[in-house]
T-cell receptor
């Protein structure tokens, strides 16, 4: 019944590895996001897809590549992991409620630790 | 360039009293504002929102006030309860020309409600 689910919840990996985080939403929303919460607890948007089209691509290293196979899924692939990539990554989805109205639903987060 | 700011990283309030959390923004294109609550090891959950055409929205113990001229909003919780202890994020939404919305988050305020 989870509205936005992301896997895995915890991910510990070595520098230089490639890893993926998966996200699925069962809310029928058109828009999905990836946010990063760093050690200072800032929640920063990384990417957003609207109807499988990339609409937001903030200043994120090319090593990060989102992929949306369909409206319900937005996966995040990270190449050549670095220590600074350690953070909690949140997936979210939303549907426009009206002019500017956007209530985004978040997954439980994936805590990525690069060692 | 932090477009949404929460200048108080923490707030401590006694049970039963009012909690007031503040948020300032700089971008005039924001047309919808939201408050999220976050417990440790969980994703942010939506609490309450307000459209830019309103100045107040109330939902039970939670009220959000918007002062557009000052680019300031606040969340009032009354009476505060121990279960309200969490990190509260202010968020602002702006429509994108290609469709969809972009949510920008503040840095969060840790609220602690003491017995």
């Amino acid at each position: 019944d989870t509205a936005v689910s992301q896997t895995p919840k915890y991910l510990v990996t070595q520098m230089g590895n490639d890893k993926s985080i998966k996200c699925e939403q069962n809310l029928g929303h058109d828009t999905m996001y990836w946010y990063k919460q760093d050690s200072k607890k800032f929640l920063k948007i990384m990417f957003s897809y609207n109807n499988k089209e990339l609409i937001i691509n903030e200043t994120v290293p090319n090593r990060f590549s989102p992929k949306s196979p369909d409206k319900a899924h937005l996966n995040l692939h990270i190449n050549s992991l670095e220590l600074g990539d350690s953070a909690v990554y949140f997936c979210a989805s939303s549907q426009e409620l009206g002019p500017g109205g956007t209530e985004a639903f978040f997954g439980q987060g994936t805590r990525l630790t690069v060692v | 360039d932090q477009q949404v700011k929460q200048n108080s990283p923490s707030l401590s309030v006694q049970e039963g009293r009012i909690s007031i959390l503040n948020c300032d923004y700089t971008n005039s294109m924001f047309d919808y504002f939201l408050w999220y609550k976050k417990y440790p090891a969980e994703g942010p959950t939506f609490l309450i929102s307000i459209s830019s055409i309103k100045d107040k929205n109330e939902d039970g113990r939670f009220t959000v006030f918007l002062n557009k001229s000052a680019k300031h909003l606040s969340l009032h919780i009354v009476p505060s309860q121990p279960g309200d202890s969490a990190v509260y994020f202010c968020a602002a939404s702006a429509r994108l020309t290609g469709g969809g919305n972009k949510l920008t988050f503040g840095t969060g305020t840790q609220l602690k409600v003491e017995l």
